[in-house]
């Protein structure tokens, strides 16, 4: 018996020993891979198997938020006041009206001033972004003349087709041709406030510091938006209640305030009667700085047509209402 199963132990080493010789012998359905990556690589390399553009596939670069927003900067040199009354850091963005800005323009009674005050203002204050530095400013800080050129500059954005342009007709200084002139931030002419003023103007201060013999040393600049809303309160407030008011007073207090926000109904009445006790002297100087120091467009337009010089009225067609409202349907009439 043992040596039946001696002879079947030899069996089965003599046969594990074949087959692990056979294993590690190739044979000739075995393949180098190698050989075949190496092949795959100098496809590639001749580009053979083409080029992959994988710029395509990177993501999308993000643009400013101003852009996808539609916010645009305002240059300030555009502006009458040329900024100069605003901190030095100041940026002013606009962008175009909505279609519910549009709407609630179009509300507007141009025969009722505060109401068109109102509706002017709503499309500065909605369409624009006054920020000086990090700190965010009001629309009430922007100068009250200064707010034409960003409604023209508004509307321009919000109305870019030729064809809704506001033109208005003008004509030559000399030969008297007619030209008709566009009713545009380019075309408006700024006043110019006299050098004899301009000398006492405080870059630091952002104001005009005038010593005078009979008022002192008097701060003034022209007035903002801010300023001039809370005066058109207390003059409504005053009517109102059937009360009078200083007419002369009321054409100084814009230059004298520094913030509209330290503004209100009873703080205008105490400066009224603090008014009232300046003498006659300290009165006339203050109101002729106010008048010498006001800003804002001449009431002509002005451009260049063939060599000469082409004035029109400053107005607008239509009415005010044609600042965001066409009067004109020709264009959009098939």
């Not at 056979?22 to 100098?42: C, F, G, L, N, Q």
Request: negative net charge; aromatic residues 8%; charged residues 30%.
């Amino acid at each position: 018996m043992s040596d039946e199963l001696n002879k079947l132990n030899q069996e089965k080493e003599a046969h594990a020993a074949a087959a692990l010789e056979a294993k590690e012998r190739p044979t000739s359905k075995t393949v180098d891979t190698s050989d075949k990556a190496d092949a795959m690589t100098a496809a590639v390399a001749a580009g053979g198997l083409g080029r992959v553009n994988m710029e395509e596939f990177n993501p999308e670069v993000a643009r400013p938020a101003d852009q996808v927003l539609g916010w645009h900067i305002l240059d300030l040199t555009t502006l009458p006041s040329m900024g100069k009354f605003y901190p030095a850091d100041t940026v002013i963005k606009i962008r175009s009206a909505k279609a519910a800005e549009i709407r609630h323009f179009s509300t507007m009674d141009e025969n009722n001033y505060i109401d068109m005050e109102d509706k002017l203002n709503h499309v500065v204050e909605s369409c624009s972004q006054f920020q000086s530095g990090e700190k965010k400013m009001s629309f009430k800080d922007i100068l009250e003349e200064d707010r034409i050129v960003l409604l023209l500059s508004i509307r321009d954005l919000s109305f870019p087709e030729p064809e809704n342009k506001l033109m208005l007709k003008g004509k030559t200084i000399k030969t008297k041709k007619s030209v008709d002139i566009e009713l545009a931030v380019k075309n408006l002419v700024p006043s110019i406030i006299d050098e004899q003023i301009e000398a006492y103007y405080d870059k630091g201060a952002r104001t005009y510091v005038i010593k005078t013999k009979s008022a002192g040393v008097v701060r003034m600049k022209p007035p903002t938006i801010g300023i001039m809303q809370e005066i058109t309160s207390y003059l409504k407030d005053r009517q109102e209640k059937d009360q009078d008011f200083d007419r002369a007073f009321i054409q100084v207090l814009p230059y004298m305030i520094p913030d509209w926000r330290t503004l209100s109904l009873n703080k205008i009445f105490q400066l009224e009667m603090e008014y009232k006790g300046w003498d006659e002297k300290k009165f006339m100087v203050v109101y002729r700085l106010a008048e010498r120091m006001k800003i804002g467009v001449q009431t002509e337009l002005e451009t260049t047509f063939d060599g000469e010089t082409v004035k029109a009225p400053l107005d607008f067609p239509g009415g005010i209402k044609s600042l965001f409202i066409i009067s004109d349907l020709a264009g959009e009439l098939l």
